[in-house]
């Protein structure tokens, strides 16, 4: 089967090297995302089975006329990555303002649940496609990144609820829960992140295009079976975190 993918921010990280990955095996991609040069950039790049479109997730109207031009400019789509959302560093409590609080769970579960609307009802009247939303490890585990802790366990929860919507229609729901990854963001604070990712069991950040590939095999029909799933990829990161009180990370 030959994907054609509809990816929310793949004008860099995770969505491009997704949108990289795809049209390797030859498939067709359509980037969306607020920065239109950059995504045509990458477009370019990838030759004739890519575009580049511009769209705020959370606005529905922007959303659905991307999609009406990609199914236009490409094969009818059977994928949907929702990769874009705010990225915001950690900030107590006491801090927080609840407008930037609402900014930031907005972006998360509004910005995945309004592609998956859009796209995913025409997937599910034509019975079949697969949807791939991005979580995060602090889908799972505190942090003070409190906004985007709670956006990311939502992305988790919508997931499972869409599997069970649409899993008679032909369309499958997962997600992937990323440990850090070296994403434009995270490069930007290297030092900062190196130190956390050393305490995950491979010691080191994620590349985009490890991630990339997990989410390659959820849009394909080598995962037929699978969905209602949030798949980890974190450098064991979670299976890491309980040998703090032991005196440390495993040993490198």
Known sequence: ???????????????????????????????VDLNLELA????????????????????????????????????????????????????????????????????????????CKVVGSAMAARGRGAIVNLASVLSYRSSPALAYGAGKAGVVSLTESLAVHWGKKGVRVNAVAPGWTETPFIQHRRKMFDRIAASNAQGRLLKPEEI??????????????????????????????????YGGPPAV
């Open 40 to 115: 045509q950039a990458i477009a370019v790049e990838l030759g004739g089975h890519a575009i580049a479109l511009k769209a705020d997730i959370q606005n529905e109207a922007e959303v659905r006329a991307a999609h009406e031009q990609a199914e236009a400019a490409l094969p009818p789509l059977n994928g949907l990555v929702n990769s874009a959302a705010a990225q915001p560093g950690p900030a107590p409590v006491e801090d927080l303002s609840p407008l930037e609080f609402d900014r930031v769970l907005t972006s998360h579960v509004t910005g995945t649940l309004i592609p």
């Open 212 to 245: 990339g590939e997990v989410i390659h095999f959820l849009l394909s029909p080598a995962a037929s079976a699978v969905t209602g799933t949030t798949v980890v990829c974190d450098g064991g990161f979670l299976a890491a975190s309980g040998w703090g009180p």
């Open 1 to 31: 089967m030959t994907l054609s993918v509809f990816i929310t921010g793949g004008a860099s990280g995770i969505g491009a090297a997704t949108a990289l990955r795809i049209v390797k095996d030859g498939g067709y991609v359509a980037l």
